[in-house]
């Protein structure tokens, strides 16, 4: 299985600075040159929401103050500025082989 | 417009079956490339998938459940399914289901619905 490991657990950043948020995957997510590695959204009491999906690309409706990225296995979620909107956990799925996984998690609030 | 809507029994004891629905619109199970997949939360914790299915039939499923799953569809009606033999309290969660985009990930989801196992 595709392990995802999250870091931080938890997150507190300042009303417009930015959030950087990790996910290291145990092997590659690429699948014919994209990294088939996805984020999502969930505030609290809400359904997940997809954010990012291969890699970098943005969800319908998202504002461009996300963003992802990668570097050698290292997957990147970018919120610059936050909004006080964003607090959430955010989970990044690898969608490149079964069983599909998440990682654990990472809680954003607010300083 | 696409939704999707979970339903099940709310309760159930150990040991019995765990039978969910998924009620959903705006597209069909029988279009090429469609799919639809279940995901669970236990309360306060992450999320673990499930199971796939897709237009064609093909499935796929989380083998650390042991055999215990089994999804299936019912075109006619856009409905899925998903059924957990022999459930334990550690099945507590909120069960999602979702659709299936390019590269297996979700862009429209249900609800939600809160299972309990409980005896």
């Known amino acids: 299985n595709i392990v995802l490991t999250q870091s931080p657990a938890s997150l507190a950043v300042i009303l417009g600075q930015k959030a950087t948020i990790s996910c290291t995957a145990s092997?590659?997510?690429?699948?014919?040159?994209?990294?088939?590695m996805h984020w999502y959204q969930q505030k609290p009491g809400q359904l997940p929401k997809i954010l990012i999906y291969?890699?970098?690309s943005r969800a319908p409706g998202i504002p461009a103050r996300f963003s992802g990225d990668e570097a050698e296995l290292n997957f990147t979620l970018t919120i610059e500025p936050v909004e006080a909107d964003d607090v959430a956990t955010y989970y990044c799925?690898?969608?490149?082989?079964?069983?599909?996984?998440f990682g654990s998690g990472t809680k954003l609030e607010i300083k | 417009q696409v939704t999707l809507k979970e339903s099940g029994p709310g309760i159930l004891q150990p040991s019995q079956t765990l039978s969910l629905t998924c009620t959903f619109s705006?597209?069909?199970?029988?279009?090429?490339?469609?799919?639809v997949g279940w995901i669970r939360q236990p309360s306060g914790k992450g999320l673990e998938w499930l199971a796939n299915?897709?237009?064609?039939?093909?499935?796929y499923y989380n083998p650390s459940l042991k055999n215990r799953l089994t999804i299936s569809k019912d075109t006619s009606n856009n409905q899925a399914f998903l059924k957990i033999t022999n459930v334990d309290t550690a099945d507590t969660a909120t069960y999602y289901c979702?659709?299936?985009?390019?590269?297996?990930?979700?862009?429209?989801w249900g609800q939600g619905v809160m299972v309990t196992v409980s005896s």
């Open positions: 979702a659709r299936i985009e390019g590269d297996n990930n979700y862009g429209y």
């Open positions: 705006g597209f069909s199970l029988s279009t090429y490339g469609m799919g």
């Open positions: 299915i897709w237009w064609d039939d093909d499935k």
């Open positions: 092997e590659s997510v690429n699948k014919f040159g994209i990294n088939l």
């Open positions: 291969n890699e970098f």
């Open positions: 799925q690898q969608g490149l082989t079964f069983p599909l996984t």
